[in-house]
């Protein structure tokens, strides 16, 4: 299966802007869906937007209007614009590739996750 990595993580002010990146060993267009995730300190992972090869997206509710996700097929990369960061953003963003079709569970192929920390 393929390995993802993601990088781009970092500590910034409310109303500040990160860009996180994600690639893998193979073609991670491979999978069907390619998507990011996240967990604060205490919760749950959860999802945060997706992509397929053909550049349909979808976000949560919650980042709709600041977080972009996109993709460049010919270098293998899937990227998240976050822009207007809240400190409840703070979390470990980890890239997600799976073929289910289901934002929910732990299918797929992970990253080992950035830190994204957004101070008040």
């Known amino acids: 299966q393929v390995q993802l990595v993601e990088s781009g993580g970092g500590l910034v002010q409310a109303g500040g802007a990160l860009k996180l990146s994600c690639t893998g060993s193979?073609?991670?267009?491979?999978?069907?869906?390619m998507g990011w995730y996240r967990q604060g300190p205490g919760k749950r992972r959860e999802f945060v937007a997706r992509?397929?090869?053909?550049?349909?997206?979808f976000h949560r509710d919650s980042v709709k209007g600041r977080f972009t996700i996109s993709s460049d097929n010919a270098n293998n990369m899937v990227y998240l614009q976050m822009n207007n960061l809240k400190p409840e953003d703070s979390a470990i963003y980890y890239c997600?590739?799976?073929?289910?079709?289901?934002?929910?569970?732990?299918?797929?192929?992970w990253g080992q996750g950035t830190q994204v920390t957004v101070s008040a």
């Open positions: 992509i397929t090869e053909r550049g349909v997206r």
């Open positions: 193979g073609n991670i267009f491979s999978f069907n869906y």
């Open positions: 997600n590739g799976r073929n289910s079709h289901s934002t929910f569970g732990d299918d797929g192929s």
